[in-house]
């Protein structure tokens, strides 16, 4: 058996299979197993030692950790190979504002900044960029968190901290008022990031004032004559996140939805033969708990 990707459900998946006798193999490109884990989530959050105490115990049951990038030719030649393939790459691509400006120097994606923030914490290559003092967040979930709390912790950076919904219906609603109680992030809510202001670099982030909503999936409707600029000189878009199934996956007739998930059935299978998917890569983003749970839940 084939695990591509060792996040959490990668992991747990390679733990309920080799439980269950099977010889199992993990792929995965990052430098060593765990994914967000190790790699988006900062220490203070979740422990390294524990992720790579379970990787541990994965060895001790036979399973095989290879770093390899496993894009879509490479995931035919594995189901040639083996008898079942699950896909297990998570969601690593980050969700655009879509704004104008946005591809100016100084606009980072949440993701993609924590992801070299651990990387150079863990000793795997460089530090992100740099966070100017005048740091703007764009996103109240946990990657937005993560980022706001790694801003102040490593950079002595209060961010401001933009949700385009009152702060109280945020994904990460409870922890980031703790924050901005305390002094360490300040909030601009209810407002709608509407371009990236800058002629080389960003210079701020132009904003309109939306009417205030408590139901996360409703319309947003722009109050007129509210629009004004928050000054900054970086950045960070922390808008969600969206699945990386392995280039040319497609190419095998594996059916994708709109968002990129891969589609199974309840039984986690593509419409491969031998093919399956688990975690965010075929759910969605969600959180680690998440994609543990929806796989560990149909044991």
Known sequence: MAVVGAGPAGLAAAGELACRGHEVRVF????EPGGMLMFAIPDFRFRKDLVRAGVRELEGLGVVFERAEVVGRAVRELLGRCDAVLIATGAWRSVKLGVKGEELPGVHYGVDWM????????????PPPTPGERTVVVGA????????EVLHRSYGIKPILVYRRPL?????????QRLAEKGVISVVESALPVEVVGSSRVEGLKVVSVEPTLERGAPLKPLPGTERVIEADTVIVAAGILPSPPPSLAELGVALGRDG???VDENYMTGVEGLFAAGDVASGGTNV???????????
């Not at 995965?28 to 430098?31: F, I, Q, S, T, V």
């Not at 109280?168 to 980031?176: D, E, H, R, S």
């Not at 708990?289 to 149909?298: E, M, Q, T, V």
């Open 261 to 263: 998930r891969v589609v």
């Open 289 to 299: 708990a998440k994609a543990l749970d929806r796989f560990l839940s149909r044991r």
């Open 115 to 126: 992801f070299s923030y651990m990387l150079h914490r863990l000793g795997y290559g460089p």
């Open 141 to 148: 979930g946990l990657t937005g968190l993560d980022v706001c």
């Open 168 to 176: 109280k219906v945020a994904p990460a609603a409870v922890a980031l």
């Open 28 to 31: 995965d490109r990052l430098p």
